[in-house]
């Protein structure tokens, strides 16, 4: 018999120590799930030491009061993160908010993270006094569409898009919107 208790299994907000964990986790998602010209993008001139800098400032000396960064713990082990904040789309309400990031650590997929994390992020939202949320996905990322769509998230006609440098490759994302209050 094991007398060893399973971790425990939550969301809160994150602490300033753990943008060390944060950074690291969101190159690692990034390398599961973009290509490699994506990659290039994301991370031309982007060192890890700059991207805890960054997380370490969203943490402690966010924009604005409703800019928050939450983690997803297995234990005490940062296994997700997502950063919410209000829209900063064009044709944004004031009752907006947005998913800004959101990430779950490719080996820790598939335990329920991600929904804990997205459950937190809606309830995040909702108390800063939002009551519809968005998130611009990439048009390529099945996987996260169905999950999201199977939450109640539909997309409501904007895309945008990106393109490097040189030309030779665009991103283009769609933005999901859901109803989180009346």
Same mark, same amino acid.
């Given at each position: 018999?094991?007398?060893?208790p399973?971790?425990?299994l939550?969301?809160?907000?994150?602490w300033?120590?753990?943008?060390a964990?944060?950074?690291?986790?969101?190159?690692?998602?990034?390398v599961q799930?973009?290509s490699?010209?994506?990659?290039?993008?994301?991370?031309?001139?982007?060192?890890?030491?700059?991207?805890?800098?960054?997380?370490?400032?969203?943490?402690?000396?966010?924009?604005?009061?409703?800019?928050?960064?939450?983690?997803?713990?297995? +234990?005490? *082990?940062?296994? !997700?993160?997502?950063?919410?904040?209000? /829209?900063? $789309?064009?044709?944004?309400?004031?009752?907006?908010g947005?998913?800004?990031?959101?990430?779950?650590?490719?080996?820790?997929?598939?335990?329920?993270?991600?929904?804990?994390?997205?459950?937190?992020?809606?309830?995040?939202?909702?108390?800063d006094?939002f009551r519809?949320?968005?998130?611009?996905i990439r048009?390529?990322?099945d996987?996260?569409r169905?999950f999201?769509e199977s939450? +109640?998230? *539909?997309p409501? !006609?904007?895309?945008?898009?990106?393109? /490097?440098d $040189?030309?030779?490759?665009?991103?283009?994302?769609?933005?999901?919107r859901?109803?989180?209050?009346d």
């Open positions: 018999m094991n007398d060893n399973p971790p425990l939550h969301v809160r907000t994150a300033p120590a753990e943008a964990a944060i950074a690291p986790l969101q190159r690692r998602a990034w799930e973009w490699a010209d994506e990659q290039g993008l994301l991370l031309a001139g982007t060192d890890l030491a700059s991207m805890v800098d960054a997380w370490h400032g969203a943490i402690v000396q966010p924009p604005e009061a409703r800019c928050r960064v939450l983690v997803a713990l297995e +234990g005490e *082990r940062v296994v !997700g993160f997502a950063a919410t904040a209000p /829209s900063d $789309d064009e044709d944004a309400e004031p009752t907006d947005m998913v800004a990031e959101f990430a779950v650590d490719p080996p820790a997929r598939g335990n329920g993270h991600g929904s804990r994390l997205m459950n937190a992020l809606i309830d995040t939202l909702r108390s006094g519809t949320a968005t998130w611009w048009t390529t990322d996987p996260l169905a999201l939450a +109640g998230w *539909r409501d !006609g904007a895309t945008q898009r990106f393109t /490097s $040189d030309g030779s490759f665009t991103i283009r994302q769609v933005r999901l859901v109803r989180i209050a």
